[in-house]
């Protein structure tokens, strides 16, 4: 009789997983300087190797053009000498850091002689899911490996070759030092199953962390059983009060919305209070439209800027990541805390005043990553915050919040000392 | 025409979370003191109104004996004076505990003059799902208010009327302060569906917590899109080393297994080294026997205890939380971190030596909450580790892990102090 059930194949993303797994336990157990070395390693073997990365980033961008990506996708996934250089740097910024493992958190010594050290640890397996940007795929490597993590990434399908290019590298410098390469697992499957299946993967994997756009994030959120960790979107708003300093207004103003309109920490919605917006709103929609932002107004607002079309409840609830700002004019601070509570994403938010009962309610009743006085939300980064390299900016309120550098890829454990207690 | 479409209502899940929402802001801002005068109020207020409940609780008693419930069930269900007084006193010790919100946790300065500082704040609403336990109801209620987080409670339908009657009391002891009862939700809805509800209602609760036995928090955790804190399953190990001082060993896994064997910290399979089975698997087996513990052994242990019945796979990988025991005998180390990695549930693993470099391998190696050394895994218990109260035990490594105490209910939020910095 033949057996007509065919015996059920492993994926390629429970394999890599489960290689992950293993390599994790070795991982864990890395001295700082053996990990410092490996990144060392890393970073040299991408600049040796570049044109091998350069050739496979040629079969995605050809690729892509024939799929006719847009010019703005193009240049995010094309690399070359000064990309890959910027990546190694990246991996070298990391040996500079400290390393977080085996730090001692807190000892606490019980009345029964138990000693107990509580010490941070590597999280195990992280999968990242994120967009066709190869940059990502040795961030995350990077970043993983300084902590003691094995990684499973999944890139968008649109950087594969370049991603697995940079992934076989990767592993050449680890191999070259005896280290465990499947520490770093890149998922070529390109097909949306098998970020589904990393979605369910419990067991295998200790956390998800996705990077990229929302619809990206909604998917893990909504669908992962794995525990995952929010980052990104950023509906996030200056409230410019009565007290306000105009030049300070308009300078972090101009800043949050203009400076860098793509990122998740710029400014979507300006909230002016009455007072101030009736004699400064064409300042600020001049000093805007010196940087060709485009403006969409409340009522009030199309009231003293009459050629402002109007702000939909649509546009309110956009992150537009280009030069477009919505305004709207507050009666009173509690309008604005309501407005930031319904629209606002938990990222960043700033208030410009000069009166400090005011400045402190809002650091303390708007509910966000980072609330900001007097400062341009901007600033909402691992770099800025003086943490280094980061996987991300939490906008969940479990584990991390914020910017995360290294410390946001560790868990704890407790090691518990005795000499024969038991309890009674 | 009639509209045929009836208006969508609003369930009891979302309409009570909503409210929950709206009072976690008012929470928040509470100080410390006002708390701890509302959990002396809610405290008093439970034994002034025993009989109120203990009607109830005749309710859910008489229900659960007429469906035929089990006398443990029962038990646990039932409530007295003490009982009542049990919980009453669980609220006061609460107010002893430091109160982690506001704890300024970290200060930064950055040269650009910005200054940050990392707050810890509440969660904001927790949603808890849990069995048929009155006592959950106070403890959670307790533990949320304190750390100035709403709380919305689905328990057990079997303990629905206690609960409910429970719940009334501690919104008239809120209400007599002028607090928001709002903070304190109960679901009354005993279909399973309202925690179906729950388990997707993101944006209005912030972190699910799940207590109760493996297939209720497997529920939570495969199906919740809102943040999870797994707690509870504990597949506990004890380790005996060649090494290890026979009466400590023996002292250590009879308390692991029998000082309390229906809770998760206890242990469910020793491993023992051959060296030390030889000698004293008899002398395990008698004081096993002493305490009524049934054996179930791998191959080696019915070598030496021939009236044991074989351990199955499916034995290992169970959390009895009864008088039973399963033995394995180990060759090595290796054999038991190897034993320990498959068949643990990263809660309490100990290992039983006088070899401190077994012990530090053991320590080091092992994947788990709380990892000993020469102690019974009994400890794993926020008042035994000097936390105080505690909301369960996490087993997963996101955000808390091990015995959760106040600061497990706590997020951070960064406010960043400015004169006017911008990016540049």
Not at 100 to 104: A, L, R, S
């Given at each position: 009789m033949i057996d007509k059930v065919k015996p059920q194949e492993t994926s390629e993303v429970r394999r890599k997983a489960t290689l992950a797994k293993v390599a994790a336990k070795q991982l864990a157990l890395l001295t700082t300087a053996q990990k410092n070395e490996a990144l060392e390693a890393m970073a040299t073997a991408l600049i040796v190797n570049e044109l091998e990365i350069i050739d496979a980033n040629q079969l995605d961008l050809a690729r892509g053009k024939e799929n006719g990506i847009s010019e703005s996708l193009l240049d995010r996934l094309a690399l070359n000498s000064a990309r890959i250089a910027a990546m190694a740097e990246g991996l070298r910024q990391l040996i500079d850091l400290p390393d977080?493992?085996?730090?001692?958190l807190e000892q606490i010594d019980r009345p029964n002689g138990l000693h107990i050290k509580k010490v941070a640890v590597p999280l195990g397996v992280i999968g990242m899911i994120y967009e066709a940007r190869p940059n990502v795929t040795v961030d995350a490597a990077g970043l993983s490996f300084k902590t003691g993590n094995a990684v499973v990434l999944r890139g968008g399908s649109a950087a594969i070759d370049s991603c697995q290019a940079i992934v076989n590298v990767l592993h050449r410098a680890l191999a070259s030092l005896g280290l465990p390469v499947d520490a770093i697992q890149f998922i070529a499957d390109p097909r949306r199953s098998s970020v589904d299946e990393m979605l369910k993967l419990n067991g295998l994997l200790d956390v998800l962390i996705p990077r990229g756009g929302a619809s990206l994030i909604q998917n893990v959120v909504q669908n992962a059983t794995v525990p995952v960790i929010e980052t990104g979107a950023g509906i996030c708003h200056t409230f410019i009060d009565a007290s306000a300093d105009l030049e300070m207004a308009l300078a972090i103003a101009v800043n949050a919305k203009a400076?860098?309109?793509?990122?998740?920490?710029?400014?979507?919605t300006l909230l002016v209070h009455a007072e101030f917006a009736k004699q400064h709103l064409p300042a600020i929609a001049s000093a805007m439209g010196a940087k060709s932002v485009e403006l969409r107004g409340c009522e009030q607002t199309i009231a003293l800027l009459p050629n402002v079309h109007e702000a939909t409840e649509q546009d309110f609830a956009t992150?537009?990541?280009?030069y477009i700002l919505n305004i709207r004019v507050v009666a009173t601070l509690d309008e604005a805390l309501d407005h930031i509570a319904r629209y606002g994403t938990l990222h960043s938010e700033c208030i410009v005043t000069n009166d400090e009962h005011n400045a402190r309610r809002f650091l303390q009743e708007v509910d966000a990553a980072a609330v900001y006085h007097?400062?341009?939300?901007?600033?909402?980064d691992g770099f800025e915050f003086g943490f280094g390299a980061e996987i991300g900016i939490s906008?969940?309120?479990?584990?991390a919040r914020g910017p995360m550098g290294l410390p946001a890829l560790t868990s704890v454990k407790y090691n518990i000392y005795g000499h024969g207690q038991v309890r009674g």
């Open positions: 977080p493992i085996g730090e001692v400076q860098r309109p793509s990122v998740c920490n710029a400014m979507e992150e537009y990541n280009d007097n400062a341009s939300t901007r600033f909402t906008t969940q309120k479990l584990h």
